[in-house]
């Protein structure tokens, strides 16, 4: 069965970072593009990032360009989320997400992780 795992969330000052990792299963990572969303409580779920299955392509939302580094590694069925300069506005549950295709619509990703909390402290 398809399966997302993510991990790495946890409270972290302003101005810090964190590294959330996703561990994926064969079947659900191979070939597939892979996103990064967030959601706050009262809000719709928001993408944050995606790579491509080579990586050669990544897409970021404005919010988190140049401060947010989306990476996967093929031989080890992992995608990550390097954030850094994070601000309170970041403060989310995060998800990742596969899609069969390149993309950054949230309806195209058919495979979920259950989140993880990063919360920053002002």
């Known amino acids: 069965q398809a399966q997302l795992v993510e991990s790495g969330g946890g409270l972290v000052q302003a101005g810090g970072s964190l590294r959330l990792s996703c561990a994926a299963s064969?079947?659900?990572?191979?070939?597939?593009?892979m996103g990064w969303f967030r959601q706050t409580p009262g809000k719709e779920r928001e993408f944050v990032a995606a790579?491509?299955?080579?990586?050669?392509?990544?897409y970021y939302a404005d919010s988190v360009k140049g401060r947010f580094w989306i990476s996967r590694d093929n031989a080890k069925n992992m995608a990550y989320l390097q954030m850094n300069s994070l601000t309170p506005e970041d403060t989310a549950v995060y998800f990742c997400?596969?899609?069969?295709?390149?993309?950054?619509?949230?309806?195209?990703?058919?495979?979920w992780g259950q989140g993880t909390q990063v919360t920053v402290s002002s």
């Open positions: 997400a596969a899609s069969g295709g390149y993309n950054i619509r949230e309806g195209e990703y058919a495979y």
């Open positions: 790579i491509s299955w080579t990586g050669s392509r990544t």
């Open positions: 064969g079947r659900t990572f191979s070939g597939a593009t």
